[in-house]
């Protein structure tokens, strides 16, 4: 990690060719340094900052004020810092019989903010309060309600439920790094006291990470797999030389007990969707041996998108693993026990995150926590499905290359697809998609579940998600689109997201004659849809034109036009199943 004058130096650079990013940052305490901070970690992460910054200790009245310069700011990220080291002076300063009700003070305020118009829509980043213990009760304060150890408790088990409440809620986890770090690391006193700082130089650039990784996984920019070596790695010893009985794995003290953990944390990851794949230098029989056979291994086969071992270059089977997965480079994490494999996939692909591992297994956990590889903005039940998704897109991968054309290629998936409007059971997964898709996404606007919610629910709103299954099995919802009414004529393709999983499968052909039927339901005669270039998305620069809308001269941005009179729907190997008679589009 960088320090703080590093960053500082970064901040300065001229960053003016990066995409940016907008804050509107308030605070009970000085933030004057973390917003330097901010800055150079957004530089780091490939994003230009640009931050309003309210004047020192003006909370309420930049966040309950309709009119306040924060609430007009339009900015996407709106940063609230208030500090443990004031809320314990508020404390101090409270009648005892009011104590109590600290923490539901605070979260009351939370809730309000959460209710002004000017923060809807855009995303509230609070930070938590780490604790201090004042020493007034010692540990007896654990009894005591009006004990301040007891509020801070309270007041960030409060944030949590609020933000499971609210999608454009996110918590910055200050707690979080001073459990790992100490308070003597996050808080300086003689920085305190000369500048009103509550956070150390030394923590700066911690805390600036933590809130870029919220603000990268809001974007899109999220790590979605784990790629492990095994020998030394998933297990002590080799294998190939001690067998399947001789390698260490499994309970009780020692190496053995090392690698369990880091496979517990590994399966965790899996269970919360994160793709779990192997790029092992071996002999494929050998490798996969104590998966079948140890029954102290806590992965199993199945747990695994992509199983490779072999003794080819490890940078060219990431980059088969690639092919078939087809996520981008960026979002892979890589984890080798070898400094020499390390060095070569960095080398050869450096847009893979490799950490450099501690040399001790038994630290390694310890370290990756602290990395905080995988954060995210979304979680729905179907992530845990998406494992077993890849799978089964490795084996149409497979199945691909004994057919000499596509389109029998195509026509042997047995393809079926089902067209919904937003209903309760989609709409985490449409928010999600929103949230993380990047390449097949024309215009990048990024929606929380509260907003598609809200679309829904719009009267000049059609919102069409598509599932897909095939003989290989179930794909889920793999592409949304969100129309909305420009004039009694012509409807707007305001987003259109696909997972890249389907790309190449008539998915797009198939959506867009669902869109002409339920634009042509609608009364419309003409579509309009829009593409805005970002450093992702290039793969759908020329989709409008490949469909057959017309490029509108002469507009502002890139913008395209199909009239519905005279669409010949496109073809495709899909068949429509499944039939919405609920709301609109009853067509289905």
């Not at 084996?395 to 998936?413: I, Y």
């Not at 039927?517 to 409008?544: H, S």
Request: hydrophobic fraction near 40%.
């Amino acid at each position: 990690m960088m320090t703080f004058n590093e960053l500082k130096r970064r901040a300065k650079a001229d960053l003016s060719a990066l995409p940016a990013v907008s804050f509107a940052v308030t605070g009970d305490n000085a933030t004057q340094l973390l917003c330097t901070a901010i800055r150079g970690t957004a530089a780091e992460r490939g994003l230009r900052a640009e931050i309003l910054e309210s004047g020192f200790d003006q909370i309420e009245g930049q966040l309950l004020n309709p009119e306040s310069e924060i609430l007009r700011s339009g900015a996407e990220f709106i940063v609230l810092f208030q500090s443990s080291h004031k809320l314990l002076e508020k404390h101090a300063c409270m009648c005892p019989e009011d104590r109590p009700g600290l923490a539901e003070e605070r979260l009351s305020f939370i809730r309000g903010v959460l209710a002004q118009p000017g923060v809807s829509g855009r995303k509230l980043i609070v930070f938590n309060y780490p604790e201090i213990d004042d020493g007034v009760f010692g540990s007896y304060a654990n009894k005591v309600p009006e004990c301040f150890v007891r509020q801070v408790r309270r007041l960030n088990a409060g944030l949590m439920d609020l933000a499971e409440e609210n999608a454009n809620l996110f918590i910055c986890d200050l707690s979080s790094i001073q459990n790992k770090y100490g308070r003597d690391f996050l808080f300086a006193s003689n920085i305190y006291a000369t500048t009103e700082n509550v956070l150390s130089l030394d923590a700066l650039p911690a805390v600036a990470s933590r809130l870029l990784d919220i603000v990268c996984a809001v974007r899109g920019m999220l790590k979605k797999c784990l790629i492990l070596d095994l020998d030394n790695t998933l297990w002590g010893g080799i294998v190939g030389d001690d067998g399947v009985e001789g390698i260490e794995i499994g309970h009780g003290l020692g190496t053995g007990q090392i690698f369990r953990e880091i496979q517990l944390w590994a399966k965790k990851l899996k269970d919360r969707g994160i793709l779990l794949c192997v790029v092992s230098k071996n002999d494929e029989a050998n490798a996969k041996a104590p998966f079948l056979q140890h029954p102290d291994m806590v992965l199993r086969l199945e747990d695994f998108a992509v199983f490779i071992a072999n003794w080819e270059n490890k940078a060219d089977n990431i980059r088969r693993l690639q092919a078939v997965l087809n996520i981008s480079f960026d979002s892979m994490v890589f984890l080798d026990d070898t400094p020499f494999e390390r060095a070569m996939v960095r080398e050869h692909l450096p847009a893979v995150t490799v950490p450099e591992l501690p040399e001790d297994p038994a630290d390694w956990l310890e370290f990756l926590y602290g990395l905080n590889l995988f954060e995210t903005a979304s979680f729905a039940s179907e992530d845990r499905n998406r494992t077993g998704q890849y799978r089964a897109e490795a084996g149409r991968v497979s199945a691909r290359a004994s057919f000499a054309n596509e389109d029998d290629f195509l026509r042997s998936l047995d393809m079926t697809a089902e067209v919904r409007n937003f209903d309760s059971y989609n709409i985490p997964r449409v928010a999600q998609l929103s949230q993380r898709s990047n390449q097949f996404n024309l215009r990048t606007v990024r929606y929380t579940e509260d907003q598609i919610a809200a679309l829904a629910a719009e009267p000049d709103a059609w919102c069409l998600a598509v599932m897909l299954r095939d003989r290989f099995g179930d794909n889920g919802l793999v592409a949304a689109v969100i129309l909305k009414r420009l004039d009694a004529e012509t409807c707007f393709i305001d987003t259109w997201i696909m997972s890249c999983r389907v790309l190449r499968r008539g998915v797009e052909d198939f959506t867009l004659n669902a869109v002409v039927r339920t634009a042509r339901e609608a009364g419309f005669t003409r579509i309009m849809g829009e593409y805005l270039p970002t450093a992702k998305n290039k793969l759908v620069e020329n989709l409008f034109s490949s469909l057959g809308f017309s490029r509108i001269p002469d507009s502002d941005s890139a913008r395209y036009e199909l009239f519905i009179q005279g669409f010949q729907e496109r073809k495709n190997h899909i068949r429509l199943a499944g039939k919405n008679g609920e709301k609109k589009n009853d067509g289905f």
